[in-house]
């Protein structure tokens, strides 16, 4: 048989060099009669070619089309079968906040433009650090579409102790936040030409909207005055938007625009990714939010361990600052009373107590710490495996980011949300902010310590009257209930300073304790509705 074949394939060369044989004979044949002139005969083989072309790009356009129509229509059930052009396309790299090390989800698409009847232009301008920005930033997006009016890019604080110099566009991907939400509130990068004379003339209207306002606060108050001025312009940000009593829909925008929208430059995240990666490559690790900076101090007034000299150096920079309103501090009570930030030797101590060994890898998630080598001996006795963004990075990586504050404190806020456990010592805007954003990434383990009952046994320890392994236990049993599980907030109607943080547990955007029923999720809070004033 397989000699058959071989006969049959030859028999076919054969035919086909004699048929070749003989239209050339015959071609030859008519040119010598002069039936068939040769520019005819060449026009008439281009003709065949073009025809041949045309045919072949028209069928591979026809191909292409139909592959594109399938991706559209072909049905859910067969989602996961390849098309023929699967292996040729690649999904575009969308920057993103690194949970675990992992890229979260970049949008699935494009959100369409919001269409809407705008009352007017609204102008922010952020106050205090980048965590509070970055709430601020949350809320006035959600004030802004909930009264139908233009939210400009806002502007970040560049007086506060920091001085960082930064921009919005220094700090966050500003395409992003605008391309992201557009599909429910308008935001522009800058003022219409229209109003700019007005603004450099100073004759925007100016203010700043009273604390922990609630919704009915911005409809019958704020929104009149930028109807009548066209554009208004409010001065300070920090928590100018109530923890409760909102419409659910509001609260879910505030999350999804924090969790979803607001993303770091991706230099900033490139650069948070390569310290997630040297601190994985050695294990896991903890990130200590050791809020033991100059500011902090001077602000609380809290001089424990500190010597005469410094003491009087943080009361000068507190009374230097007018903005921070109070002035004359006794630190003593104020550490009883709990509202001081834990010194670095009282975090060693707790640390030990809640089981951490020596060869815990810790990672400093902070500023200068106040004191400097001398305050953190004791801590680095304890731990030796304590490291810092300065110590895994370059220079030359780190000089863009130096003294630029809010830039530095976006790669601790990343390291922070990767990390497998976060301790503050201090209750702070960062530590509300990364313990409301792990919960939200899945109840990820927090220990929130518990200040004024640590300082009642560190006190006892030191004085003699609890022994190590009495400590140590009085330590865990304290904080068994405060690692970041799911709660509900505390509602303190007449003291909304005292109750819970919105965003240190942002629980209409989580799976809620009790009933366990899974809120909307962030793909479908595009589709969020208002009654809306006209």
């Known amino acids: 048989m397989l000699q058959a074949g071989y006969s049959t394939l030859e028999s076919n060369e054969n035919n086909r060099e004699w048929w070749k044989d003989m239209d050339l004979k015959a071609l030859a044949e008519r040119l010598k009669a002069g039936k068939l002139k040769l520019p005819m005969l060449l026009r008439s083989r281009m003709q065949v070619w073009i025809v041949r072309a045309s045919t072949s790009i028209l069928l591979w356009t026809c191909l292409i089309q139909l592959a594109a129509i399938g991706e559209l229509w072909r049905p859910r059930l067969i989602k996961g079968v390849p098309s023929c052009l699967s292996q040729f396309s690649s999904p575009a790299k969308a920057p993103s906040i690194y949970l675990n090390n992992q890229q979260a989800a970049p949008l699935k698409s494009i959100p369409p433009h919001w269409k809407h009847r705008n009352n007017g232009y609204l102008l922010v301008s952020c106050n205090g650090g980048l965590n509070q920005m970055r709430a601020a930033i949350c809320d006035m997006v959600a004030i802004a579409r909930y009264l139908n009016v233009t939210l400009v890019v806002p502007h970040l604080d560049k007086t506060s102790f920091w001085a960082d110099p930064s921009d919005f566009d220094d700090?966050?991907?500003?395409?992003?936040?605008?391309?992201?939400?557009?599909?429910?509130?308008?935001?522009?990068?800058?003022?219409?030409?229209?109003?700019?004379?007005?603004l450099s003339e100073g004759q925007i209207l100016s203010m700043p909207p009273i604390s922990w306002s609630n919704s009915s606060y911005y409809l019958n108050q704020i929104l009149p005055l930028i109807r009548k001025h066209k554009v208004l312009h409010l001065n300070k940000t920090d928590a100018r938007l109530a923890n409760n009593g909102l419409p659910l829909e509001l609260q879910q925008l505030r999350c999804r625009v924090n969790y979803e929208c607001l993303r770091f430059t991706p230099q900033i995240e490139e650069l948070g990714r390569k310290l997630i990666t040297i601190l994985r490559e050695n294990g896991s690790f903890i990130v200590l939010h050791l809020r033991y900076e100059m500011d902090m101090l001077a602000f609380s007034g809290c001089t424990q361990g500190c010597t005469s000299e410094e003491a009087e150096e943080l009361t000068r920079m507190r009374y230097a600052y007018p903005w921070w309103k109070e002035k004359v501090i006794v630190s003593d009570q104020k550490r009883k009373d709990g509202l001081c930030p834990l010194t670095p030797e009282e975090t060693a101590l707790v640390l030990k107590a809640l089981g951490f060994d020596r060869n815990t890898q810790i990672y400093i998630a902070a500023g200068e710490i106040y004191g400097g080598d001398r305050r953190m001996a004791t801590l680095r006795l304890a731990f030796p495996n304590m490291v810092r963004k300065e110590m895994l990075l370059s220079p030359l990586e780190l000089k863009p980011f130096r003294k630029r504050a809010s830039q530095m404190a976006a790669l601790d806020y990343l390291v922070s949300l990767a990390s497998d456990v976060f301790i503050p010592t201090y209750d702070g805007n960062m530590a509300k902010v990364v313990e409301g954003h792990r919960r939200f990434s899945g109840f990820q383990k927090t220990i929130l310590l518990d200040r004024k009952h640590l300082v009642e046994l560190l006190d006892q320890y030191y004085a003699g009257t609890l022994q190590w392994d009495e400590f140590t236990l009085a330590v865990k049993q304290a904080h068994q209930d405060r690692m970041g599980a799911p709660k509900l907030r505390r509602v303190l109607p007449d003291r909304p300073k005292e109750e819970d943080y919105f965003y240190a547990n942002p629980q209409e955007c989580l799976l809620r304790p009790g009933n366990f029923q899974l809120q909307p999720t962030l793909n479908s809070l595009q589709n969020i509705s208002f009654v809306l004033p006209g």
């Open 171 to 198: 700090i966050f991907d500003v395409n992003h936040f605008i391309t992201s939400l557009r599909d429910v509130v308008r935001i522009v990068k800058k003022l219409p030409s229209k109003y700019k004379g007005r």
